[in-house]
Structure formats: structure tokens, C-alpha cells
């Protein structure tokens, strides 16, 4: 079964629970990278906002032997824990003085976003591409967040120039930066996972049981890569955090800390790597690096660049290095 044969299948199964008080619409998304999605979702009587459900894991899942049936009740789990039964004031988002209090921006692939910036308003910043977008909060619809498109500008009136100024004064306000040194940020996710196994376990009431296990852990894991001077540059939410490279003296602040130019290394568009330069460290070896955990360790959606970039103290700038790979004469 394709994608198209499954929508329609839960399409008129939506239609069914809903009934003719409801209206269910399937739409094609587009998301980062350049991947396309379907998705649905149910207009109920009185209500002009609905959450949009991605059924294309589902189809792998049914595909996997996942009943239909079961793939249904947490498909109208999700749409009614989340339902809206009256309609919505869009007002926030329709009216620029009421939408430009959280516009803030991200950081996005260029080249694998080619069809998606014929349609967003975007800046261009070394191979990558600044967008802008709509940060919603703590609101009914939870921390959702909203693509400006052109079209959006447009009926606001505006120009990109203060489109990025906007975004810019309110990253740092709603999505500040935070730096962890690779090995602070190793321990809060060993942390975090020993949590979630203590929970299991109802005979762990030693209170440092959790701390002790974690150092037991990451002594193991050490080797001479974590002599490494690598920081963990993101926002507190670790949301689109690669785009706080972009903030205002931020890495000039961490640079004059350090002592030195700083490599950055773009794990993913959620957080950037901070390795500062002590002269040894080679640009193509860091390359590979980054293209390595691009190709096996991160999902498609979440590659920002295979690049490696470069921050130079004194210019103020970040820059590409220069690539210096070896050919070899046959």
C-alpha cells in the first residue's frame, strides 16, 4: 500500500468518527530538508484550528503489522487531546503588532532546501539559510511553531530587512543562548537515562545512587577523545539552537573566554559544536567528522551542514575554511 491508498483509508475512517459535524482534510507538508509529509486533520463544528497528525510513520507501522484499528485510536487520541471546540482567535499571527512579539529565526540546509526558499522569505548565510518563523509558546496548541512564506509578509505589509530585525532582538529574549562544556551535557543525558530505568526499578531509594551510577558511566566511556575541549553551543530549549552562532556576541564573548579562534562544528540544526583552534586541528579530518554523524547518527530531517566553519576574533566573522584535501598523481 502506498502513501496515497493510506490516506484516503484513514481519511474515510476519520469521516466515519467524526460524522457530518466534522471536516477532515489531508494535506502534503513540507518540513526541513526538503522532506515531504502527509498529513491530517479534523475540522469540528465551531472550530476554525486543529492539530495535523503525520500518518507516513504509520503507514510504516502498518506495514509492520500494526492493526489498522489500533493505528486509528491514537490517531483520534492525538486530534481530540489536542481539539479546539470553538473557534480561535488567529489575530496573534494575522496582525503584525500583535505577531512580531515572537518571531524569531533558524538556521536551515540551502542547497536541500532549494523548493522550500522559492516560497519563504530567507537570508543567505554561507551555505546555509536564515528563515524565520512564528514561535507559538505555552499556548492550547502546546509548543507548536509557525513557517512565515512570502504570502505571510506580504498581506503584514513588512520587508525582510525588518523581518530579520525582529527575529533577531527576540531570540535572544525567547530562545537564549546556553554553552555546556561536551562533558556537562554527556552526564545530564546519562542522568536522564539512568532516571527513566530508576523509575523501574522500586528497589532504588538511594538518592545518590543516580550521580554515582552516571560517574561510573562516563568513566568508562572517557578515551583520549574526551581531552577534546568541545562545547555544546544551543538554546535552552535545544530547539533550532544552531541558529544562536547567529547571535549577537555570543561567540566573540566564548572566544575571548578561550582564547582563540573557534572551529564550529554543525551537529545538527538543533546545536552547533564550539572547538576552539590550538593549531592543530585539521579542517578536512573535521569534515569527515561532521559528514560521518550526518550519514549514521542523525535522522535526515535534523542534518543542518556537512560543512565545518570558522570564527575569526580579530574580523568578528565566521567564515569556511578552506578546503585542503590531497589529490594523488596516477
Known amino acids: 500500500m502506498d502513501i496515497n491508498e493510506f490516506q484516503e483509508k484513514v481519511k474515510k475512517a476519520l469521516m466515519e468518527y467524526g460524522g457530518k459535524d466534522a471536516e477532515v482534510r489531508v494535506s502534503k507538508v513540507r518540513k526541513n530538508n526538503g522532506f515531504v509529509l502527509t498529513g491530517v ?6 472550530s476554525n484550528v486543529t492539530p495535523t497528525i503525520y500518518i507516513d510513520d504509520y503507514l510504516r507501522k502498518y506495514e509492520d503489522g500494526m492493526t489498522f484499528g489500533a493505528i486509528m485510536d491514537e490517531i ?21 503588532d500583535k505577531a512580531k512579539e515572537r518571531i524569531v529565526y533558524r538556521l536551515i ?20 539559510a536564515i528563515v524565520f ?35 533577531e532582538e527576540n531570540c535572544s529574549r525567547l530562545l537564549p543562548a546556553a554553552i555546556q562544556g561536551i562533558s556537562e ?29 552516571a560517574d561510573e558511566l562516563l568513566e568508562q566511556m572517557a578515551d583520549a577523545h574526551s581531552q577534546v575541549p568541545m562545547y555544546v553551543l544551543s538554546n535552552e530549549q ?41 593549531g592543530i586541528e585539521n579542517p578536512d579530518e573535521l569534515r569527515r567528522m561532521v559528514r560521518e554523524v550526518n550519514d549514521t547518527q542523525l535522522s535526515p530531517e535534523e542534518v543542518l551542514s556537512d560543512s565545518v566553519y570558522y570564527y575569526d576574533r580579530e ?3 565566521v567564515s569556511l575554511p578552506v578546503e585542503t584535501e590531497l589529490t594523488v598523481m596516477a
Open 238 to 278: 535545544r530547539y533550532y539552537g544552531a541558529a544562536c552562532l547567529l547571535y549577537k556576541d555570543v561567540l566573540k564573548k566564548f572566544a575571548q573566554e578561550q582564547g582563540s579562534d573557534i572551529y564550529i562544528l554543525p551537529s545538527s540544526v538543533h546545536e552547533t559544536i564550539l572547538l576552539p583552534d590550538r
Open 133 to 167: 518563523y512564528y514561535l507559538m509558546g505555552d499556548s492550547c496548541m502546546g509548543n507548536a511553531s509557525i513557517l512565515i512564506y512570502n504570502r505571510h509578509m506580504d498581506s503584514w505589509r513588512i520587508d525582510k530587512e525588518l523581518l530579520y530585525r525582529t527575529a
Open 76 to 96: 483520534i487520541r492525538m486530534l481530540e487531546n489536542y481539539a479546539v471546540d470553538k473557534d480561535f482567535d488567529v489575530s496573534f499571527f494575522t496582525v503584525w
Open 315 to 317: 574580523s568578528g566573522k
Open 41 to 46: 486533520s479534523m475540522f469540528k463544528k465551531g
Open 109 to 128: 540546509s540551502a542547497e536541500k532546501n532549494e523548493q522550500l526558499l522559492e516560497e519563504v522569505p530567507y537570508i543567505p548565510f554561507l551555505d546555509m
Open 185 to 213: 551535557l554527556m552526564r545530564e543525558v546519562v542522568i536522564n537515562n539512568i532516571k527513566m530505568k530508576a523509575q523501574e526499578n522500586e528497589n532504588c531509594n538511594d538518592p545518590g545512587f543516580i550521580e554515582r551510577m
